[in-house]
């Protein structure tokens, strides 16, 4: 039986070895290769550990002894899918290890399996700012898988798509605000951009960010400003062409 545990770690204990790989928190390895292939299988049994603690609190029993991580992982998203979409309240207890599996899931289309109920069972407004919070004080893998989840969490949302709505396919409107957490998006991520040394987490928060000035309110004007004129001189072309769309969508 596939429980909480993973082995004998629990979901939280494999989030802090993934996490103490990437920061420090272990011996040093002279092979580059092998830190690489540690990190790959610890970030992998992390995000097995986030899913299987999702499927443990929905009473969710997939047994595949033998499977590899990723494999049993994607086996547990699959089932735990119509479970939390069906269901018309989701316990508060899912909330966390829910958001953790979407951001510890490396694809970036199948994250989308625990946003989605994540979304209908706690409200966008709470999804965003739990994103941002990975966004502000999570590791660099974390951020990254921020910026995935958070494509999803912007997803329309449908009345006939989940149980979690009333009969006449309201729900009360504050559980979908999104404006604040938008803009303390917009804020964060563009620090996280000029502290970061991490190429690739550059270019995440940066294909995520809206390319009008008007997005931005007046108190992020300044730091817009400076982080537009970062991306005109980064070395990664993609942040350039990001700029770009910004300058040209200033002149049209």
């Given at each position: 039986m596939?429980?909480?545990?993973?082995?004998s770690?629990?979901?939280?204990?494999a989030?802090?070895?993934?996490a103490?790989?990437?920061?420090?928190?272990?011996?040093?390895?002279q092979?580059?290769?092998?830190?690489?292939?540690?990190?790959?299988?610890?970030?992998q049994?992390?995000f097995l550990?986030c899913a299987?603690?999702v499927?443990?609190?929905?009473?969710?029993?997939?047994?595949?002894?033998?499977?590899?991580a990723?494999?049993?992982?994607?086996?547990?998203a699959?089932?735990v899918?119509?479970?939390?979409?069906e269901?018309?309240?989701?316990?508060?207890?899912?909330?966390?290890?829910?958001?953790?599996?979407?951001?510890?899931?490396p694809?970036?289309?199948f994250?989308?399996?625990?946003?989605?109920p994540?979304?209908?069972?706690?409200g966008?407004?709470?999804v965003?700012?739990?994103?941002?919070?990975?966004?502000?004080?999570?590791?660099?893998?974390e951020?990254?898988?921020?910026t995935r989840?958070?494509?999803w969490?912007?997803?329309?949302?449908?009345?006939?798509?989940?149980?979690?709505?009333?009969?006449d396919?309201?729900?009360?409107a504050?559980?979908?605000?999104?404006?604040?957490?938008?803009?303390?998006?917009?804020?964060v991520?563009?620090r996280?951009?000029?502290e970061?040394?991490?190429a690739?987490?550059?270019y995440?928060v940066?294909?995520?960010?809206?390319v009008?000035?008007?997005?931005?309110?007046?108190?992020?004007?300044?730091?817009?400003?400076?982080?537009?004129?970062?991306?005109?001189a980064?070395?990664d072309?993609?942040?350039?062409?990001?700029?770009?769309d910004?300058?040209r969508?200033?002149s049209?």
């Amino acid at each position: 039986m596939l429980t909480a545990a993973v082995g004998s770690w629990s979901w939280y204990e494999a989030l802090r070895l993934a996490a103490s790989r990437r920061t420090g928190g272990s011996a040093p390895v002279q092979n580059a290769a092998v830190t690489d292939k540690a990190e790959d299988t610890d970030r992998q049994r992390a995000f097995l550990a986030c899913a299987a603690e999702v499927a443990r609190l929905l009473g969710v029993d997939v047994d595949a002894p033998g499977t590899p991580a990723m494999r049993r992982a994607r086996n547990l998203a699959h089932a735990v899918r119509r479970p939390l979409l069906e269901s018309p309240r989701l316990a508060d207890e899912l909330f966390a290890p829910l958001m953790a599996a979407a951001v510890h899931d490396p694809d970036p289309s199948f994250c989308r399996w625990f946003v989605e109920p994540a979304l209908y069972g706690f409200g966008r407004r709470r999804v965003l700012e739990a994103l941002v919070e990975y966004l502000r004080s999570g590791t660099d893998a974390e951020r990254a898988g921020a910026t995935r989840a958070w494509y999803w969490a912007g997803m329309p949302l449908r009345a006939d798509r989940s149980a979690a709505y009333a009969p006449d396919g309201t729900r009360a409107a504050s559980l979908d605000a999104s404006q604040e957490a938008a803009e303390a998006w917009m804020e964060v991520s563009m620090r996280v951009y000029a502290e970061t040394t991490d190429a690739e987490l550059r270019y995440h928060v940066m294909r995520m960010r809206p390319v009008s000035r008007e997005a931005y309110p007046p108190r992020l004007q300044n730091l817009f400003e400076t982080t537009l004129n970062a991306a005109r001189a980064d070395p990664d072309g993609d942040n350039r062409r990001w700029a770009g769309d910004v300058d040209r969508a200033g002149s049209a």
